[in-house]
């Protein structure tokens, strides 16, 4: 299929690569059963009546703390993962009780979360936004009615670096690697994600970043384990709130948002510079969707609508840094002179580089070699 055909629209590279129910199982499990079955329930937990809070498992600060306060149905209390992994392994070892009403997985786990029947089916009738999502954003090839989810936010991956430290420009996956190992060599964080770690490769040779080939896999094993992983000093998914404005490391690995959110809070942020690096990277969506067997269902519903609609859409694309996929929302805050836009919205030949990964039959190999790299690392 072409990858590239349609910008801005988040495509996985395959329709294929369905996950069995006992593997999906087997890997979230074995990536992190032990912190899972270590996390209790969230506490104030309802008593199956709709009370208590609302409780959101998400992303560490993926929403505008204004947005959280002028939601007046309920309070909203999130708590915060490092990957989808994470997540959904503490979903599984909870069966039904994690006390949690919403979730915001990344579009591709969707599938394997909807038949381990992890999430509630979406009535969208009761979502008075959706219709203000744009098309492109809507019926993905994971979820083609969503039935499960709605677009949260969009974006892409790359790597921010100090040029204090790192004295060249920076414009490639391989340039990346070079600076890991020399000027940043110790300096270096990886974002905590088996999916993103182990695309570096692929993104560098050309191959799709899910493979599945058990030769190609093998070689991102050696590079992962025995070349990079000495010189990588931490795996953080939330680099902008403390390894960028705090300057601990020279290069991040991460997220674009994540990556404008710590330049932004810098004392310096000249002295970083964000690179989407050729010539190729991930293009990814995270979405809204309602735990299965959620207790506060009626305030799910209008916590979700009430973000989809276009001036809270707006606050999160600022805060945050990522696209919504509310119509209207780039010139919106490019009106509202919102900073460092270009790290919140690609250019059209920057997605022509971007596809979306899938999860296959080859994610509990990734998930076992960054857990090797990791242990290699010393992080």
Not at 172 to 183: G, Q
Not at 231 to 260: C, K, M, Y
Not at 276 to 285: G, H, K, S, V
Not at 299 to 306: G, K, L
Request: with cysteine; hydrophobic share 40%.
């Amino acid at each position: 299929m072409e990858r590239h055909s349609i910008p801005r629209i988040l495509i996985p590279s395959s329709s294929e690569g369905r996950v069995t129910r006992r593997l999906f199982l087997g890997g979230v499990l074995g990536a992190g059963a032990a912190a899972a079955l270590a996390a209790c329930a969230p506490a104030g937990k309802s008593d199956g009546g709709g009370g208590g809070d609302l409780r959101v498992y998400s992303w560490s600060e993926y929403d505008d703390p204004e947005n959280l306060d002028g939601f007046t149905t309920k309070q909203v209390l999130v708590d915060s993962y490092s990957s989808n992994e994470e997540m959904i392994s503490k979903l599984v070892a909870a069966r039904g009780t994690s006390g949690y009403d919403i979730v915001i997985p990344t579009g591709v786990f969707i599938p394997q979360m909807a038949e381990n029947e992890l999430l509630e089916e979406l009535d969208l009738s009761r979502l008075t936004n959706f219709e203000k999502l744009n098309p492109a954003f809507r019926g993905q090839a994971w979820d083609p009615d969503n039935t499960y989810s709605v677009c949260k936010f969009w974006g892409t991956t790359g790597f921010a670096y100090d040029t204090q430290v790192i004295q060249r420009e920076l414009t490639s996956w391989e340039d990346f690697v070079d600076a890991v190992k020399n000027e940043a060599s110790g300096r270096t964080a990886l974002s905590d994600d088996p999916g993103e770690i182990c695309a570096i490769l692929p993104f560098i040779k050309g191959w799709n970043q899910s493979t599945q080939d058990p030769a190609e896999l093998e070689q991102i094993r050696t590079f992962l384990v025995d070349e990079l992983a000495p010189h990588i000093s931490a795996f953080d998914s939330a680099p902008g709130g403390g390894a960028i404005p705090q300057g601990s490391q020279a290069l991040v690995h991460t997220w674009n948002g994540e990556a404008r959110r710590g330049i932004l809070a810098s004392p310096d942020p000249d002295r970083w510079k964000w690179v989407l690096p050729t010539p190729e990277t991930n293009l990814w969506m995270d979405n809204w969707a309602i735990v299965k067997g959620a207790e506060n269902i009626d305030a799910a519903y209008e916590f979700i609508d009430y973000s989809l609609a276009p001036e809270a859409a707006l606050l999160n694309t600022e805060y945050v840094g990522y696209g919504t996929g509310i119509d209207g929302t780039e010139e919106a805050a490019r009106e509202a002179g919102v900073e460092r836009l270009e790290m919140i919205f690609p250019t059209e030949e920057e997605t022509q580089r971007m596809y979306t990964g899938e999860i296959n039959e080859a994610q509990q190999v990734r998930m076992e070699i960054v857990a090797e790299m990791k242990a290699r690392a010393g992080a």
